[in-house]
């Protein structure tokens, strides 16, 4: 198996078939759009999970000085809620790790099309999705 | 090497018989290129390891998640015994000379790990496991079979869900008593 420059590919499902050059200029465009995605959920992810823990760590330091004040169980409903909202957090990440995973397995199978424009897609669009989305993790 | 029940014009390799020529019994080249879901002769990673009916489909499912889950709790245990085996910092001082004749003390501080210790060669053991479970998923996914990669995603979420969440609330704890 080598790779090939061609303009006929089936690509990941059944109804994907391309035939046309335009077929495969639209296929590279929608591999390159794949490809930028997941760069930026990977980006995205990171950025969520800082906006999480500052935002948990915010209301904490606002409850010791309520149950301070307090003598009653008063700390269970605040302690309750936080750890609801930080599953609800922890659940949307779970649900974005695995769209990445699948993006990621998407993206190599694509590349194990062995057409070259597809891989020069992939390649391109990780290119441009670091590019754009790498620089957002420095900046807080 | 395209199999599909349709008329896709097989491009990449214009015979299909001259495949089977070399390898006798090595495996048979019916490699799916599409999404498919089924559970008749579908082999898996292993020759010998082949699924043909819907209840070794179902074991090979809770195999796939529970590996995948494996997987993400590696990853995330291999992290967490990086950070406890690099809380030792090394000091060392040593004597240098300072303007004016003075003496100063110099100290370097190190973080991190010798290579034989054993903490580093733990790392390096989890580490080739970790990349042939990683390689062992790709090619799980490359079957395309459409149960098998479910499989794999479902427990790479639900991994990334029990394991991460320790690791978050650890991270959060450090980050904020100190």
Redesign the interface.
């Known amino acids: 198996m080598h790779f090939i420059f061609s303009n006929e590919v089936v690509l990941l499902f059944d109804f994907w078939s391309v035939h046309s050059p335009a077929g495969m200029a639209l296929s590279v465009l929608v591999v390159l759009f794949l490809a930028v995605l997941y760069e930026s959920i990977k980006v995205g992810k990171a950025k969520l999970l800082y906006w999480a823990v500052v935002s948990m760590s915010i209301p904490a330091s606002q409850l010791t000085e309520e149950t301070d004040q307090d003598s009653s169980g008063s700390d269970s409903p605040p302690v309750s809620t936080t750890r609801l909202r930080w599953l609800f957090c922890h659940f949307g990440q779970s649900v974005i790790h695995v769209l990445q995973v699948v993006i990621g397995y998407f993206m190599m199978l694509a590349v194990m099309s062995y057409n070259t424009w597809i891989f020069f897609g992939v390649i391109l669009g990780s290119a441009v999705g670091y590019y754009l989305a790498y620089p957002l993790l420095s900046m807080v | 090497?395209?199999y599909?029940s349709?008329t896709?014009?097989s491009?990449?390799h214009p015979t299909t018989s001259a495949s089977h020529s070399h390898g006798e019994g090595m495996h048979n080249m019916m490699m799916h290129?599409?999404?498919?879901f089924g559970f008749k002769n579908v082999e898996l990673l292993f020759s010998g390891l082949v699924i043909n009916t819907a209840g070794e489909m179902a074991g090979a499912f809770v195999a796939v998640f529970l590996l995948a889950m494996f997987y993400e709790g590696l990853k995330i245990a291999r992290e967490s015994l990086l950070r406890k085996s690099q809380v030792s910092i090394r000091y060392n001082s040593m004597p240098v000379p300072g303007p004016n004749g003075t003496i100063l003390m110099e100290t370097h501080k190190t973080v991190g790990q010798q290579m034989l210790s054993f903490p580093h060669l733990l790392q390096t053991v989890l580490h080739i496991i970790q990349v042939v479970i990683s390689y062992f998923l790709?090619l799980i996914?490359?079957t395309?079979n459409g149960y098998l990669?479910i499989a794999?995603?479902?427990g790479?979420?639900?991994g990334?869900?029990l394991f991460?969440?320790k690791k978050?609330?650890v991270?959060?704890i450090t980050?904020?008593c100190h």
């Open positions: 090497m395209a599909n349709t896709v014009p491009h990449h290129m599409t999404f498919y790709m996914f490359m395309y990669c794999v995603a479902a790479a979420g639900t990334y869900f991460s969440w978050a609330v991270v959060d980050e904020h």
